[in-house]
């Protein structure tokens, strides 16, 4: 009988619980998954329910009795703590975690388990900017809760607009090391959209504030793509939506500061600045969930199991190496952490080698460039990988090969949308190849490591249909299994 205990039921927990449980059947094997929320969350919508298009209850459904029905037991708690090599009374590994369900909260348990999965996914690292996120004076769409708030601040912004007072929206990510860049532009332009649904669209100034050095960089460094034939660059094809629209960027921005109704903010050339706004959701930079690792004896081996961002070492080479030489080849394949095979790291757990876009410095030592993307369908894909190897190793023992799945060897499809409905919005679908681009087949010219991708118009209601097509399969519905990770 094997013990496969996942850490983490968002994207690619959840995904890796439902798959392990088909590989494995219900037989002896137990899978357990540990999380402290008891819904899951479909997060690309929160950008809905941040415009007050969707609700919470449209994009969050319980977890236990999905996990009832499947034979996967659900352990309502966080972990705090993973032991590789067990302890003294024990040396099969182990997690201590404490429950957070109401009839269970700070009670703590220890939990053995031949095979581990953390996916812990992101810490909403607000606190790293003063003044930043929800409890300070920005919102958010990160959490289904977090958006129910943004949207509640965007229609009293409405309000006002509609009363005649002028209003400044500030649209972004609220550090110079944030990701999700994506996201945030995404936002934007429903929010866009929600204030000429409105009438109040000449009413508003909206500024999307982003640490990217030009638009479109969505992290990676920018794309070109193929589009009817005829390439452009994601740079200008951002920047034509933004004319288009009528949005201001500030860009190549750290926040330093928020203040009520005033963000202070670096900008790459060092100059500091101020901007004043109504209404203003800034994405946090993400971290680890900062869990500790400790060996049999007891020692703190944390450092050796996770990064300094507190996310999970895996497969990929850490080595330190300026950014003209790194290889696509340095990304990890298995996701196996490198100390304890039996452990991984999946989704946006486990620790990027390298940035995807050219990392840069202010005068004043301060980085402003994004971290690479962490997104859900590699994130899916990854799960997918890793439960398939824990089945085999399961079923085979464990000389059996590990499924690899590289984000260098990976493409990711995204449609950013403006609107739910049938008949108003408008979306561009974008298909991109690789992820994490080779620098050795591109070794010449600026666009060296540019992601190439497809761009094409998608209908609005696509994503409306995807958001139907996950929930779908999150919820194990009849055929679940037949809808790709
Ligand atoms: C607003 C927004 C919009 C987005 N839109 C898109 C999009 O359109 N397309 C796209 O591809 N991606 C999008 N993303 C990114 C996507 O949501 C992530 O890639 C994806 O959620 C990552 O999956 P994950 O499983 O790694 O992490 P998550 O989905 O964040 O799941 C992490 C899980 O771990 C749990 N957890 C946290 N700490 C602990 C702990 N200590 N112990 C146990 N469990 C813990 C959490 O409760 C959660 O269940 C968006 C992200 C945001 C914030």
């Known amino acids: ?78 972990a705090t703590a993973i032991l590789p090599e067990g302890d003294a009374s024990d040396a099969t590994g182990a997690v201590d975690v404490e ?39 920005t919102v958010s769409v990160c959490t289904a809760d977090h958006a129910v708030v943004a949207a509640g601040a965007l229609k009293q912004c409405i309000e006002r607009m509609k009363a005649g007072e002028r209003q400044t929206l500030v649209i972004g990510v609220g550090h110079g090391t944030c990701t999700c860049e994506g996201a945030a532009f995404e936002y934007t332009f429903n929010v866009e959209h929600e204030l000429r649904e409105a009438g109040v669209r000449e009413l508003a100034d909206i500024v999307y504030l982003t640490n990217e050095h030009e638009l479109g960089d969505f992290g990676v460094g920018g794309m070109v793509f193929s589009q009817h034939g005829f390439e452009t660059t994601s740079a200008l094809w951002t920047a034509s939506i933004f004319k288009e629209r009528g949005v201001n960027a500030i860009l190549a921005a750290h926040v330093e500061r928020v203040d009520p109704g005033v963000v202070a903010y670096e900008l790459l050339d060092g100059t500091r600045h101020e901007l004043r706004f109504d209404f203003a959701m800034l994405l946090p930079p993400f971290r680890g969930n900062d869990l500790k690792a400790f060996d049999r004896a007891g020692n703190d081996v944390t450092d050796t199991v996770f990064a300094a961002n507190g996310f999970m070492k895996v497969d990929a080479d850490y080595s330190a190496k300026d950014y003209d030489e790194w290889r696509a080849a340095d990304w990890p394949k298995t996701y196996e952490c490198q100390a304890y095979p039996n452990v991984f790291a999946v989704g946006i757990a486990f620790a990027p080698p390298h940035p995807i876009s050219r990392p840069r410095k202010s005068p004043n030592g301060t980085v402003i460039s994004p971290a690479p993307p962490r997104t859900g369908m590699p994130s ?9 190897t824990i089945a085999d190793r ?5 000389a059996a090969a590990a499924h690899t799945a590289s984000m260098a060897q990976m493409g ?38 540019h992601t190439r991708g497809e761009l094409g118009l998608a209908g609005h209601w696509t994503k409306a249909l995807l958001h139907k097509m996950f929930l779908y399969k999150a919820k194990a519905k009849p055929f679940w299994w037949m809808i790709p990770e």
């Not at 968002?10 to 137990?30: C, M, N, P, Q």
């Not at 399961?394 to 464990?398: C, N």
């Open 1 to 78: 009988m094997a013990r496969v205990v996942i850490l983490g039921a968002g994207i690619s927990g959840h995904t890796a619980a439902l798959r392990l449980k088909r590989r494995l059947g219900h037989g002896d094997h137990t899978v357990t998954v540990v999380s402290p929320n008891a819904n899951w969350n479909w997060i690309p919508s929160n950008i809905w329910v941040g415009v007050g298009e969707m609700t919470k209850d449209d994009v969050v459904f319980p977890l236990a009795p999905v996990y009832a029905k499947q034979g996967i037991a659900f352990v309502q708690a966080r």
């Open 99 to 137: 429950y957070t369900a109401p009839e269970r909260a700070g009670e703590t348990e220890r939990l053995r388990y031949d095979f581990l999965i953390n996916a812990t996914g992101p810490k909403l690292n607000f606190g790293a900017t003063p003044g930043l996120g929800p409890g300070g004076n």
């Open 380 to 388: 899916g894909i990854m799960a997918r990988t890793v439960a398939n």
């Open 394 to 398: 399961i079923r085979s023992g464990d």
């Open 412 to 449: 990711a499809g995204c449609i950013a949308s403006a609107g739910t409905g049938l008949r108003s919005g408008s979306a561009a679908g974008m298909t991109m190849f690789p992820v994490v681009p080779d620098y050795e087949k591109y070794p010449t010219g600026r666009d060296i490591r």
